[in-house]
């Protein structure tokens, strides 16, 4: 995934700077979304001489040239998760904010129904399922 983000990058005119690339080191290795000082805690761990202020420029970069996909779930921070190809929702605890992928989409059949009952074109959607996670039940 990296290396498809490093050609993006280098076609906008970006470098794969060692900042870069241990966010999106920290970002491949999880299997939840991170919001921003979550990031900035695990790069911290790699590289303690990063600033929050780097992690939020290289996610901004990130989001402009959609290689990152940023989530609202509710409580005021955002997540981050590398964008991919493969459409799905997410289950988010309400306790402790745990962002659980879920693959597959149950909006099809949805989608046909407004695209056929009201004429509108539907270029996207996003659903996130809310409750707690097995460790905060």
Known sequence: MQKFIKNQLKQKGFKMTNQRKMI???LENTDTCLSAEEIFMLVK????????TTIYRTIEILIKNNLLTKIDVGDNRYRYEI?????????????CKKMICLEGCPMDYFEKQIKD???????????????YCLECK
Do not use: M, W
């Not at 761990?45 to 929050?52: E, F, G, M, R």
């Not at 996207?124 to 409750?131: A, I, S, V």
């Open 24 to 26: 999106l080191q920290v």
């Open 45 to 52: 761990d790699i590289n303690p001489s990063v600033c929050l």
């Open 117 to 131: 009952k009201v004429n509108f074109t539907i270029t996207g959607h996003r659903l996130e399922f809310y409750g």
């Open 83 to 95: 964008r991919t190809n493969k459409h799905h929702h997410h289950a988010v605890c309400l306790k």
